[in-house]
């Protein structure tokens, strides 16, 4: 069965860093493409960055240059190091498995964890 | 970017059918997906691929693409389907490659 959990979220300071992991059972993350997806209060989900299979790596505009993904095979862990966080990034941040060869939609969902910038 | 619309609410008497659209320009041309997300939890797979159906849930819940329009139908709605539901597609020409609809909160009557 495959299972993604999240951890590392909290209540951080504004201009402050933190990393996120998403452990995933059941598969490996090198042979997906995985993402982080996140859900500010009462909002609808916004896509934040993908790590494909191959390596490659995308952000949104609001994160790119202040977030970073990353993945350890060896672990079987995907990252995310948020850095300078704003109160815009108060959300539910999920991360998310879409199979590989089928890359256009998720099929696996975390339970989020929850990001509080506080000012 | 490209842009999802989805109206906020749809209301719906049990046993009735719920019709939540998805509009996006030239839409048809691409696959569609969709989610729902009960309060607390985290979105499910519901439909991909415009109108495939993962293992575990119902006939009763199908979609349809086609122009400017995706559309998720629920029939025979129940109590339980009472949720957000969002719709999604993946744009491969793009830097911001996955992209979620608005978002529409279905009320069971």
């Known amino acids: 069965e495959v299972q993604l959990v999240e951890s590392g979220g909290g209540l951080i300071q504004r201009g402050g860093s933190l990393r996120l992991s998403c452990a995933a059972t059941?598969?490996?993350?090198?042979?997906?493409?995985m993402a982080w997806i996140r859900q500010a209060p009462g909002k609808g989900l916004e896509w934040v960055s993908v790590?494909?299979?191959?390596?490659?790596?995308k952000y949104t505009d609001s994160a790119r240059g202040r977030f970073i993904i990353s993945r350890d095979q060896s672990k079987n862990v995907l990252y995310l190091q948020m850095n300078n966080l704003g109160a815009e990034d108060t959300a539910v941040y999920y991360c998310?498995?879409?199979?590989?060869?089928?890359?256009?939609?998720?099929?696996?969902w975390g339970q989020g964890t929850l990001v509080t910038v506080s000012s | 970017s490209y842009v999802l619309t989805q109206p906020p609410s749809v209301s719906v008497a049990p046993g009735q059918t719920a019709k939540i659209p998805c509009g996006g320009y030239n839409i048809g041309t691409k696959s569609v997906h969709w989610y729902q997300q009960k309060p607390g939890q985290a979105p499910v797979l519901v439909v991909y691929d415009d109108s495939d159906r993962p293992s575990g849930i119902p006939e009763r819940i199908s979609g349809s693409n086609s122009g400017n329009t995706a559309t998720l139908t629920i029939s025979g709605v129940e109590a339980g389907d009472e949720a957000d539901y969002y719709c999604?597609?993946?744009?491969?020409?793009?830097?911001?490659?996955?992209?979620f609809g608005t978002g529409t909160k279905v009320t069971v009557l």
């Open positions: 998310a498995r879409a199979q590989f060869g089928y890359p256009s939609y998720f099929d696996s």
């Open positions: 059941g598969y490996s993350v090198s042979s997906s493409y």
């Open positions: 790590f494909y299979a191959d390596g490659s790596t």
């Open positions: 999604q597609v993946w744009d491969t020409t793009s830097d911001h490659p996955y992209v």
